[in-house]
Nanobody, 124 residues
Framework: QVQLVESGGGLVQAGGSLSLSCAAS????????MVWFRQAPGKEREFVAH????????DYSESVRGRFTISRDRDKKMLYLQMNSLKPEDTAVYYC?????????????????WGQGTQVTVSS
């Protein structure tokens, strides 16, 4: 059974940085895609960033490209999201998710495994 557990959220001022982590367990993840989504109050869950468990291909939403960086440590089974130049509109619950497919998808319904989420709040 795949388990994903996020950590690292918190409160930060606009322009600041935060780093999120997601601990993955339950199986080997070769062939998997790992992603970050976020959901703000009253809004749909939104794609943020994608990385393959094996390989260097990454994909970002337009709203975070150039500010956020997704990475993973295969040995530690960890997924990360480094967030710089944060804006109030980045405020949301951030989720890591996974699916057995290397093709990037921006559709939350395509992902089978989800963490519980971690709150990120950016004050103006």
């Amino acid at each position: 059974q795949v388990q994903l557990v996020e950590s690292g959220g918190g409160l930060v001022q606009a322009g600041g940085s935060l780093s999120l982590s997601c601990a993955a367990s339950g199986r080997t993840f070769g062939g998997y895609s790992m992603v970050w989504f976020r959901q703000a109050p009253g809004k749909e869950r939104e794609f943020v960033a994608h990385i393959r468990w094996v390989g260097e291909l990454t994909d970002y939403s337009e709203s975070v490209r150039g500010r956020f960086t997704i990475s993973r440590d295969r040995d530690k089974k960890m997924l990360y999201l480094q967030m710089n130049s944060l804006k109030p509109e980045d405020t949301a619950v951030y989720y890591c998710a996974a699916r057995y497919d290397v093709i990037p998808s921006h559709n939350a319904g395509d992902y089978d495994y989800w963490g519980q989420g971690t709150q990120v709040t950016v004050s103006s």
